[in-house]
């Protein structure tokens, strides 16, 4: 519903990931009235251009100054932080969930709300939909009798590379989904449990994949399951002395819900809108209670506008159970930590197509960037495929049109076409082009049987020329990836072996590919060779990988969940190699900003090795000590 006393109010956003964006595009709020906020600039800049925001700035002052509310979506733990500092220079506070996460520091934020005279909102969208508010009049009315127990699940699954899955702190499935589950247990059965148990199921790293919190309270129970790596029925189940209400999965999206009873034909059913991601309604409701505030009204006796008197102690409550359950599991969380430490150290890195962050990926520019790191690379990974007149060239797509000006499929152009295509030359980190330098000239090289541009598709015979040397010398590794896995190259494990051969660097290759049967073929010819299983799951690579006894697993990093902390203390026995990749970080051109996570973390998961497109920024060369 609208409130005619609604003025337009101007809105600072704190933060730039995917949930700010979702609310920039779905909340309804002009843009011409939002502000962006990021402490890097350059994050600030692109999230505004890119949802035509014309206000950014890393001065949270300045923002606070331009605006008359703030929306906070940055990570969790600095949530009550932004909240505390928005509120003391006197702006209205929508707060994505978790507000907080402790009880005291939920408290203190509304106290400092009050005192100043401020709106402050826990950003929970179920809360505020037409569905929902529907459903608690339903059950509050006595239509089901007396309430006994409130079962409520939320569950998704998400690769093991995301935020949720990452933080080492304040990471897990509960303290991301259980605000939504929390709400329906808490406004129906109160904040006033007698005890609470938690249940979880961890990842290797120590972050809960799947939880369940049941609270007690006497003769009434509630019931809130949240996973991120495990998948259950996302529904909403209040049983009372007379029936009961189920809202089915998507719940916390509440379209529609039914009451039934002990006569199985009575069944009632109610239907209700939502529209878009529902953020419009937290929005609409956050809006309203600055509007009343303003007018002296505070005290609305709808649901919708009166906020502040019924969520607030659901918001204190949730910060609470989320506290507890963070301190349930920090001695495991610790532990994890600990041993990072050294594990972090002990994770060998690979440059994917090179450096290909700097460079054209898979060009030779890429490469000899990536081999002049030195002695610290472990080794340099690519992709091999064959051109219609029978070349191996090293280019990862199946087509040419991502990485070139030109368009077709590689198997259906000769050496001469793909050669001559142009590179697209964006570069994202204004890197130049790599020189010969004397070293190289020294090391047996002849500048002149090496192509003048360094920045076109290069055959694999170029690239074994530029990097035997680094191979002999600092014992530099290549991972050949045999690029069968969507078009069957017939017979080209053989002819890429032979000319493998033929430069007298066996001893320095690993064959990886997305085919079982390539890895199959390669053993084949040479049952010493050492082979990786590519997949994006690691369940996937296990699976495939033994079936044809490969030597070690080459997963994405987003998906690692399926190593179990007694699983991968075996594999460790055992000297199972884990090389992850990782799909997330920004090629050559694309004009993403790096993400800040330190890849060599995923050894909590097993990983042993990383292939990772910004290898420079792990390997410290004589030249940077």
């Known amino acids: 519903m609208q409130n005619n006393r609604i003025h337009a109010v101007k809105i600072g956003v704190i933060g730039t990931g995917r949930i700010a964006e979702r609310f920039v595009k779905t909340s309804g709020q002009n843009t011409a009235d939002i502000s962006v906020y990021n402490p890097r600039m350059e994050s600030a800049a692109r999230f505004a251009g890119n949802n035509g925001i014309g206000a950014y700035t890393n001065s949270p002052e300045k923002l606070y100054a331009s605006v008359d509310a703030v929306y906070i979506a940055s990570p969790h733990e600095t949530h009550a932080e932004y909240a505390r500092a928005a509120l003391k220079a006197g702006r209205h506070v929508l707060c994505e969930k978790p507000l907080a996460l402790c009880r005291e520091d939920a408290e203190a934020l509304f106290a400092l709300a009050d005192a100043q005279g401020l709106i402050l909102m826990e950003a929970v969208k179920t809360a505020y939909c037409p569905g929902f508010l529907a459903l608690l009049d339903t059950v509050l009315s006595g239509k089901i009798g007396e309430i006994v127990d409130v079962e409520a699940a939320f569950t998704r699954l998400t690769p093991t590379n995301v935020r949720e899955l990452t933080d080492l702190r304040c990471g897990g499935s509960f303290t991301e989904l259980a605000s939504y589950g929390l709400l329906p247990v808490l406004l129906l059965l109160g904040t006033n449990w007698e005890d609470v148990v938690f249940f979880t199921r961890d990842q290797a790293n120590g972050l809960d994949a799947y939880a369940k919190a049941i609270l007690d309270y006497g003769d009434r129970t509630g019931t809130v399951k949240t996973g991120l790596g495990v998948k259950s029925e996302g529904q909403l189940l209040i049983s009372g002395t007379k029936g009961y209400v189920l809202a089915e999965s998507p719940w916390w999206l509440t379209k529609h819900f039914v009451v039934r009873y002990e006569d199985p034909n009575r069944i009632e059913r109610y239907d209700y809108p939502f529209e878009g991601t529902g953020m419009q309604y937290e929005f609409t409701a956050f809006r309203e209670a600055i509007a009343d505030l303003g007018a002296g009204d505070p005290g609305s006796q709808t649901l919708l506008s009166g906020v502040t008197d019924i969520y607030r ?138 192509p003048a541009d360094y920045r076109r598709i290069p055959t694999m015979a170029e690239v074994l020329y530029l990097l035997a040397p680094y191979c002999r010398k600092n014992g530099l590794r290549i991972n050949i990836e045999l690029k069968t896995g969507k078009v069957r190259y017939e017979g080209i494990e053989r002819q890429v072996y032979d000319l493998v051969k033929s430069y007298e660097l066996l001893d320095h290759i690993v064959w990886s590919s997305f085919l079982a049967d390539s890895i199959r073929i390669i053993k084949e010819i040479d049952p010493k060779a050492e082979t990786g299983m590519l997949a994006g799951q690691l369940e996937i690579c296990v699976a495939d990988g033994d079936a044809v006894n490969c030597d070690a697993y080459h997963p994405w990093v987003g998906g690692l969940g399926y190593a179990t902390p007694e699983r991968l203390a075996l594999w460790r026995q055992e000297g199972r190699v884990i090389r992850a990749y990782n799909g997330d970080e920004p090629l050559y051109g694309s004009g993403k900003i790096l993400k800040n996570m330190d890849l060599r973390d995923y050894a909590s998961l097993g990983v042993t090795d990383v292939f990772t497109n910004v290898p420079e920024r792990y390997i410290l060369r004589e030249s940077d000590e």
């Open 313 to 450: 102690p659901v918001s204190i409550a949730s910060a609470d159970l989320i506290g507890k359950f963070l301190a349930s599991q920090e001695e495991r969380r610790q532990t994890v930590r600990d041993a990072l430490t050294g594990q972090r150290e002990r994770v060998r890195i690979w440059a994917h197509r090179g450096c290909s962050m700097a460079y054209p990926e898979n060009t030779l520019a890429s490469f000899r960037a990536a081999a002049e790191l030195g002695p610290g690379l472990t080794g340099i990974e690519l992709d091999v495929q064959r051109t219609a007149d029978g070349q191996l060239v090293v280019i990862h797509d199946e087509t040419v049109d991502r990485v070139s000006t030109g368009h077709g499929a590689v198997r259906e152009m000769t050496l001469a076409e793909l050669q001559g295509l142009k590179l697209k030359q964006e570069n994202a980190s204004g890197t130049q082009e790599p020189v010969l330098t004397e070293e190289s000239e020294t090391s047996g090289q002849n500048q002149e049987s090496l």
